[in-house]
Structure formats: structure tokens, C-alpha cells
């Protein structure tokens, strides 16, 4: 590993623990040990700043890995977590629950929504016992615009729960408890498992019949890195909603630092994507008003995916 490496890894490891803490004394309501009492900052701190800044940071670096192993999946820049449909499943799950059972089990629903989804564009995909990344890229793409269409079809029958439903759609953290903290550190071990995947990875990046003749067997890879995409996708879908652009973002700007190579890349996009959308929320919590953390991803991320195509087309 090149001192270079060793260097990016430490200083976004530094800047992520400065994150927490800073995010954690930044808030709408401010955070003064001169005005508020000790049971006040405890409160404020452990139960309403600490939970919502460690589930955006656990988010965060759940949707960059599995971005990073999509975009490594794919061979594409352009890929990211939901492009098989994952995140389509996972809406149609949570408004399933807010429209027919008042959001009871909402995390649920979206968990089962979002797996379930992937899974069938799995099996629409495998022909012969093998799977094509071209037909899993189609098969993903005409799953979400159907899973789409039945969301759309759930929002427009939905009556007062449209309300719900589309402030869900947007991603947030705004009712973050410690219950669903404890939900996102399942993002941990299964970003762990990628990472011990990352070598296979480098090598199917480089073309699939040169990783057979290297000993790698490809379809049980594709299916690992489906399947270990799609839980993260859906852990985080069921804690904080539809969040757009990370497993985007993320990816693309640590490969152009710390180069292609899944050893260095995936831990660098892990601690980089918690640290921006701890960043992200930490806007919206600051604003007059307080905005879905989804629209500010949205917002920046749109405008990166564009010079991402005039790039490939200047290329």
C-alpha cells in the first residue's frame, strides 16, 4: 500500500471523528454549557444530536460501500446501490405500511420491499446459471420503473397519507431514535464482508474470463455482491428513506484519489460517505427551516452525475 493511501486513510478517519463531534455541538437550538443545565445537554446531546449523527453516519457509509461494489460490479462510474431497483422495492415496502397499516412496521416493510426486489431482478436476470452484468443492468432498470408505477399508483389512491409518504420518499433523519441506530450497525459487518471481497473484486474488474483463469468463481461473487448490496440498500432505505447520490458521489471522487484498487477504495468511500451526509443533515438541522436530507444530496448530486456524463463524452 502506498504512503498516499496510508495518508487519505488516516486524515478521513481524523476528519470523520471530528464530524461526530462538531455535528453533535451544532444544532438549530444551539449548544451553550452556560445557558442550558446539565440534565438539558444531556438530553439534547444523548438522546436527540448523538443517535441522528451516528444513523447518518452509518447510512452514509453503508450506501458509499455498496456504491463502491456496484460501480466495481458494473464497470461503471455511473452505477449506484439503487440501480437494480433496490430503492423502488424499498418504497413501495414503507408506503405499503404507511397507507395500510398507519406505519406500524414501517422499517420492515422497506427492508423486505427493498431484498425482495433484488432477489427478482436476480431471477428475471439468470439464464443457464449464469448471470450477465448487461442483463442485470436492463432487468434492474424495467423492475424499478414497474415497482415505480405501483408506488404511484399506491400515492395517488393514498388520500392523507400522501403527505407521509412523500416526505418519507425524500430521506431523513428527523425521528431518528436509538432503536433505529441500532438497526443501521447491521450495515457494519456486511460492509466488512465486502471489504473482504475486495480483491476478487479488482480482479472481475477487469474482465470476467480473466478472473475465471485466476481461480475467482465469478457467478458466486456477482450473487454475494448482489445480495450483501442489496441488505445494505435496504438497511439503510428502512432507517432513513430514499437518500440519492452517496453510493453515487462517493465512489467516483475516492477512485479518482486513492485510485481503483477495492483495498483502499472501499475503507476510504466508507469513512468519506459517512462524513458527507453527517455534513449533509448537519445543513439541514441548521436551516430555518428544517429540509428531507435527501433534497441537499439531490441537489449536489444531480449536477456531479451531469459532468459525470459531458466527462464520459468528452473521453
Known sequence: MQRKNWTMLIFLFCFLLLSIVLSTAIGASGLSLLDLDPDTVQMLIFDVRLPRVLAALLVGAGLAVAGAAMQGLFKNAMADPYIIGTSSGGALGASLS???FMGFGLPVFAFVGATASTVLVYLISRRKGRVTVETLLLSGIA????LSAVLSFIMYMSGKSLHQIMFWL??????ISWSDVWIGLLLLPACLVLFL????LNVISIGEEDAVHLGVDVEK???ALLLLSSFITGI????AGSIGFIGLIVPHLMRILVG?????LIPSAMMAGAALLVWADTLVRILPTEIPVGIVTSFFGAPFFIYLLR?????
Not at 423492475?143 to 414497474?146: E, P
Not at 425524500?170 to 425521528?175: A, E, I, R, Y
Not at 471481497?197 to 476478487?200: F, G, L, V
Not at 439503510?236 to 432507517?239: D, L
Open 98 to 100: 404507511i397507507v395500510f
Open 236 to 239: 439503510a432505505v428502512s432507517v
Open 170 to 175: 425524500m430521506g431523513g433523519f428527523w425521528n
Open 260 to 264: 481503483p484498487d477495492h483495498r483502499i
Open 197 to 200: 471481497c475486495a480483491r476478487d
Open 221 to 223: 461473487l456477482k450473487f
Open 311 to 315: 466527462s464520459r463524452t468528452r473521453t
Open 143 to 146: 423492475v424499478s420503473m414497474f
